[in-house]
């Protein structure tokens, strides 16, 4: 059974980066795309974005643009986030979940989600 | 990007009541769209992907309908275990996005 595992809570001061690691274990990432997605106290779900790791492909929301960066290492079957630049606004629980695909394209919701990583901005 | 709304934000109902929750896109999706459940300081969970197909050991009393802009999930019988908040999720291209989420409250 695939379990997603992410990396402790982390505090950071303004203007710094954090790096947020999601590894999988019972699976590997054939066939499946890592998304991210955040979700600041007391609020909805965001997603930040994602990447489809057997091609390297990302993307991310446009409100991240030049500011998020995800890679994956195969050969751990981890995916690691970074955010910088951060701010009080990107205090928040950063989420990865696992994606199917099927002929490249996203065919299924969020399946397998990691217990989510704990992000505090402040000075 | 592709906007989705939820409606309503907030619901009130009680046990056996029949709930409806709609989400909107901004634009057709077809039928790229998720449901999820999710409980105070949890993961979110998968209920329906694909607009109507229910995920493996989601309980029957969860339905999902609709296509290209309107969707709605369906609690047949409300269930004390249901109340949560309730999120869809667009994926349809890859920049994905969230409905503002309903929360299911006891009435």
Do not use: H
Request: glycine share 10%; charged share 15%; with cysteine.
């Amino acid at each position: 059974q695939v379990q997603l595992m992410q990396s402790g809570a982390e505090v950071k001061k303004p203007g710094s980066s954090v790096r947020v690691s999601c590894k999988a274990s019972g699976d590997t990432f054939s066939n499946y795309a890592i998304s991210w997605v955040r979700q600041a106290p007391g609020q909805g779900l965001e997603w930040v974005g994602g990447i489809i790791p057997i091609f390297g492909t990302t993307n991310n929301a446009q409100k991240f643009q030049g500011r998020v960066t995800i890679t994956a290492d195969e050969s751990t079957s981890t995916v690691y986030m970074e955010l910088s630049n951060l701010r009080s606004e990107d205090t928040a629980v950063y989420y990865c979940a696992r994606i199917a695909l099927r002929d490249n394209y996203y065919y299924s919701g969020m399946d397998v989600w990691g217990q989510g990583t704990t992000v505090a901005v402040s000075s | 990007d592709f906007q989705m709304t939820q409606s309503p934000s907030t619901l009130s109902a009680s046990v056996g009541d029949r709930v409806t929750i709609t989400c909107r896109a901004s634009q057709s999706i077809s039928s790229w769209l998720a449901w999820y459940q999710q409980k105070p300081g949890k993961a979110p969970k998968l209920l329906i992907y694909k607009a109507s197909s229910l995920e493996s050991g989601v309980p029957s009393r969860f339905s999902g309908s609709g296509s290209g802009t309107e969707f709605t999930l369906t609690i047949s019988s409300l269930q004390p275990d249901d109340f949560a908040t309730y999120y869809c999720q667009q994926y349809n291209s890859y920049l994905l996005t969230f409905g503002g989420g309903t929360k299911v409250e006891i009435k």
